[in-house]
């Protein structure tokens, strides 16, 4: 039996987020599963995750796949995956809305000047060229944190110069590109 001190006790994260959703509608748990789901999952996954019927999932899975927020890829299981173009879109549309193109500009200047810093300390032009290991077996785990940083200041530049290419009405259909010399380089 636990000893009582006779002080509160303090809920654990799983106990506050439980607390959290219990009192949300079945659409708010399912919602807040949707962005998460980046592998194909079954609806059955997603209604015990969201305590909801396999039905009540099903109906609001199909909701979001009619707003092509995510794609239906199985039948027998049933099997859904986030649309990432869908999600790709609203990174770079909530972009637009927050940030004058003026922001837009420094941001991507602030990001260009991180990635440089990055290929300098690697000696290499992007991410996917970094020896995890060249700093020895030790230091490999610090490293794969520092590729995973520079990767979402390449993530977050290709999102700002989508949106600022939108806003400056340049077209967006360029294809993504990895490489650093094709990169719009606002600090240069």
């Known amino acids: 039996m636990a000893e009582h001190t006779g002080e509160p006790s303090v809920p654990s994260p799983l106990d506050d987020y439980r ?10 748990r399912v919602s807040i599963l949707v962005p998460n789901l980046t592998e194909k999952t079954t609806v059955a996954e997603v209604a015990d995750n969201a305590d909801v019927s396999k039905e009540t999932a099903r109906k609001h899975l199909n909701h979001f796949e009619n707003w092509n927020v995510l794609v239906r890829t199985g039948k027998n299981p049933e099997t859904f995956v986030r649309n990432e173009s869908y999600f790709d879109w609203l990174r770079v549309d909530t972009l637009q809305r927050e940030q ?15 990635d440089e810093q990055f290929a300098e300390e690697f000696d290499v032009d992007s991410p996917r060229d970094v020896d995890i290991l060249s700093g020895g077996y030790e230091n490999a785990g610090e490293s794969a944190e520092k590729i995973r940083r520079w990767q979402s200041v390449r993530d977050r530049m290709d999102d700002v110069a989508a949106a600022l290419r939108n806003e400056l009405d340049l077209g967006s ?8 010399g094709n990169r719009l380089r606002i600090s240069e």
């Open 100 to 114: 004058s193109v003026e922001e837009l500009q420094e941001t991507l200047s602030e990001l260009a000047e991180e």
């Open 19 to 28: 607390a959290k959703t219990e009192s949300r509608s079945a659409l708010d």
């Open 173 to 180: 259909t360029a294809p993504r590109d990895d490489s650093s």
